[in-house]
């Protein structure tokens, strides 16, 4: 199962998901007759119209997911060295305790990370603070996003730590992204000493 919508796609404006099985393993042939009877009893197919954008997308997701994740670890490795950040959650950082499992596994090491701050007022005064950043939920586009997630869980279920932010990169030139996180990070510190 994939979202056809985040990095295949990798432009923010196609809806699609893909399922497929395997026809080389026993459970991949017994699922694909199954699935296939959903697929044709509940009509769940692409609209010709995300599928072209999908498949648009596909062209050039080698070279987008190569920059963003070349943009990710320049990020992370940035933010792992600035005093307002506690903890940078990116395996391709040599720090990350599952750095080694994700060599072995992954190249590059993706485009999303995710950074805490002290509580969550700095981690939402630093993602006000954004401009070339914007806040919402989603990965795998040309821009760079950023959510607080506790914000966005609900309470009942809440599980991200109150400082999280997750980022996930776009295209933007990676000295274009790091002044405007450290301009944020600055005006964020303002805020935070500011006597209530």
């Given amino acids: ?59 050039t997701l080698l070279v987008r997911v190569e920059q963003q994740s070349k943009t990710a670890l320049a990020l992370a490795e940035f933010l792992s060295n600035h005093p307002y950040i506690t903890a940078v959650h990116y395996p391709g950082l040599p720090q990350h305790p599952s750095h080694e499992v994700a060599r072995s596994q992954m190249s590059p090491f993706g485009g999303v990370l995710s950074v805490e701050l002290e509580n969550e007022p700095a981690a939402t005064a630093f993602a006000a603070a954004l401009s070339t950043i ?43 992204l790091i002044f405007d996180m450290n301009t944020a990070l600055a005006i964020a510190k303002q805020v935070m000493d500011e006597p209530k």
């Fill in 1 to 59: 199962m994939h979202s056809g919508s985040k990095y295949l796609a990798g432009h923010s404006d196609a809806l699609l998901g893909v399922l497929t099985a395997s026809p080389v393993t026993e459970r991949g042939r017994q699922l694909a007759p199954i699935l296939k009877t959903v697929q044709v009893t509940a009509g769940g197919v692409a609209s010709p119209w995300d599928s072209w954008l999908t498949l648009r997308g596909m062209r």
């Fill in 134 to 176: 914007k806040r919402a939920t989603s990965l795998g586009g040309t821009e760079t996003l950023i959510e607080h997630r506790a914000s966005i869980e609900p309470e009942e279920r809440r599980t991200s730590p109150p400082g999280l932010l997750r980022v996930a990169v776009g295209l933007e030139d990676v000295d274009d």
